[in-house]
């Protein structure tokens, strides 16, 4: 058996998008081309893509670090390295193939296909191929934007965000271990179109972007950043190296859900000055629902991870890194008494963290929605700050809510 993508017509609106992704077959509905790696599946806005079992008749033969082995046809190479052995896994250590997006956007799961890197998750099998996990090489990522912007994210300073004009820039990476059906960086999240740069070129892209926009911040969003550990950590390498003075600052934006404290310490070792951690919820279920990571194991540990990352930095960097948290707030994930709750654990953790409410609106695959009033974001702000602490910026419709607009 093997799975295929099947397009159900009367959802699909014709936009387009399973053709950004980065499948290799690039044949949705087309059974005996479709690998089934379900990336244009967990991509479509219109959820009119599901990935169905059909009989799969014949195997081919390949070859994985040196050893011949017998596959079925039209598999993904994970697949077929799943058949060899590989465990893959969506947490970096509960197994040997790290594969968190499984859209070919991260490329933590990568490896050697005839002499050339890809995405195992969306990479299919073919007659003869050779494929090579144990060769050290530089890893790749696809990333792009490299734009200045006037507000920063959840790791900006309030105090920056204040400023007219640009006050950082920003690039942003594919491949989200999520599937936040608001995510309001889908096109970033899927695309696979993007080419994938070694961490040297994207720092080099990132030093120009600086100059150009004439700001001391150079910040990394996504997608979410940190899926590929190894890439991350020479790309913030490189960039340090080529911008060694003091004003530089080294902005990482992200879920925070594999930050585990050895990944937090080589981050800080390898320079990074600020980091924007969105904390999506305080209660499991809520996770699950605002995320779309509902194998309820994984989501606890994303969970966990996430909030221990805050305490972490905040214990152990408090003079090194700047951080500020997110949180979303939208009726329709997240209750109130919820958000009060967050408010009194991080109030715990340290009263002075900056707090960045995030108003969820309409996007991706909820497009009904409502964005939040101005009335419920003001009211959000009230919420936070009764609770003791010092800096809660809300997003709103007028834009933002900080602390010196609102002195109790
Ligand atoms: S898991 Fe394959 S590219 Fe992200």
Known sequence: MRYVAEKDLDKCRQCGFCDEIACSSRYVGYYEECSGCGACSLACPYEAIQMIEIQNGNSIS?????????????????????????????????GDLFSPCRTGGCWSCAVLVNGELRPCCVTAVKEGMNIDTETEITPKRPVHGWMGHAVGGVGTPWRLKKLSGFIETACFTCGCNFQCKQCQNWTSTYNGKEIALTPKEAALLMSDARRNYRVNRMAISGGECTLNRKWLIEYLRELKKKNADDKANFHVDTNGSILTPDYLDELVETGMTDIGIDLKSLELNTFSHITGVNNQKIARKYLETAWNAVKYIVENYPEEVFIGIGIPYNKEFISREEIQKMGDKIRNIDENVQVCVLDYRPAFRRSNIKRPEYEEMENVWRILSGTGLKTVICQTVKGHIGPEIWPE
């Not at 390295?81 to 896994?89: A, H, N, T, V």
């Open 62 to 94: 390949m070859r994985v670090d040196g050893v011949m082995i017998s596959v079925p046809e039209r598999v993904t190479v994970k697949k077929a390295l799943e058949i060899c052995g590989f465990q893959p896994c969506e947490f970096p250590e509960d």
